[in-house]
């Protein structure tokens, strides 16, 4: 069974654009969530993270937005730049510290 | 600081073969984790080690292993290599304090695997 699921494969959004990508979860006893993305040929880069005891966490561009109640979390990009095409992984920590990952979302930027 | 290096970064095995990839974290990093990632699917999660011990298993067959060594250099084998194999390798390091934050981990490029 899927605890962390990323039910968009792709995005497309208009650079100045906001970008929303979603993460739906399973495990309320997750404590932290992570977002990493990933450009083809490398290995994922760290972006933010929100503990389960916050609702939202501020990074410049980059904002997430954790809904416990509803097991939901969002990032959010304002204003998309064409750097930000990459596929955007959203992950979960559970009570082992280990982590489990979504499947990704291709988020594309259009000029 | 040097990042996460694996090698070698591609290679093309056929069914059978068993496989060797190479992980070397970042310099006072001790904890390295292994990931499968495949088209679709998330990374998975195949084995994390620690000073030597392997902490934390994912759900692979025995057909994977793995080790580290006193510098927390990491490798992990597959034998006997199944067409299902093939696949993006990731190894990742991290400086572990549990109990301190989100456990950042810091990925390699990965090492890609083609099974024929």
């Known amino acids: 069974d899927q605890q962390v699921k990323q039910n968009s494969p792709s995005l497309s959004v208009q650079e100045g654009r906001i970008s929303i990508l979603n993460c739906d979860y399973t495990?309320?006893?997750?404590?932290?969530f992570l977002w990493y993305k990933k450009y083809p040929a490398e290995g994922p880069t760290f972006l933010i993270s929100?503990?389960?005891i916050k609702d939202k966490n501020e990074d410049g561009r980059f904002t997430v937005f954790l809904n416990k109640s509803a097991k939901h979390l969002s990032l959010h990009i304002v204003p998309s730049q064409p750097g930000d095409s990459a596929v955007y992984f959203c992950?979960?920590?559970?009570?082992?510290?280990?982590?489990?990952w979504g499947a990704g979302t291709k988020l594309i930027i259009k000029p | 600081k040097a990042g996460v290096t694996q090698t070698p970064r591609y290679l093309i095995k056929t069914r059978g073969q068993q496989v060797t990839l190479s992980c070397s974290p970042i310099?006072?990093?001790?904890?390295v984790s292994w990931y499968q990632q495949t088209p679709g699917q998330g990374l998975q999660f195949l084995f994390e080690?620690?000073?030597?011990?392997?902490?934390n298993k994912g759900n692979f067959p025995g057909r994977f292993s793995g080790r580290q060594f006193s510098n927390s250099r990491s490798e992990m084998n597959v034998s006997t290599l199944e067409l299902g194999d093939s696949a993006l390798y990731l190894c990742?390091?991290?400086?572990?304090?549990?109990?301190?934050?989100?456990?950042?981990?810091?990925f390699g490029a990965g090492s890609r695997l083609t099974v024929l």
């Open positions: 990742a390091s991290s400086n572990n304090n549990p109990g301190v934050g989100a456990n950042v981990l810091t």
């Open positions: 310099s006072g990093h001790r904890s």
């Open positions: 080690y620690f000073s030597e011990t392997q902490r």
């Open positions: 495990n309320s006893m997750f404590d932290y």
């Open positions: 929100i503990s389960s």
């Open positions: 992950a979960a920590r559970d009570s082992n510290y280990q982590l489990i």
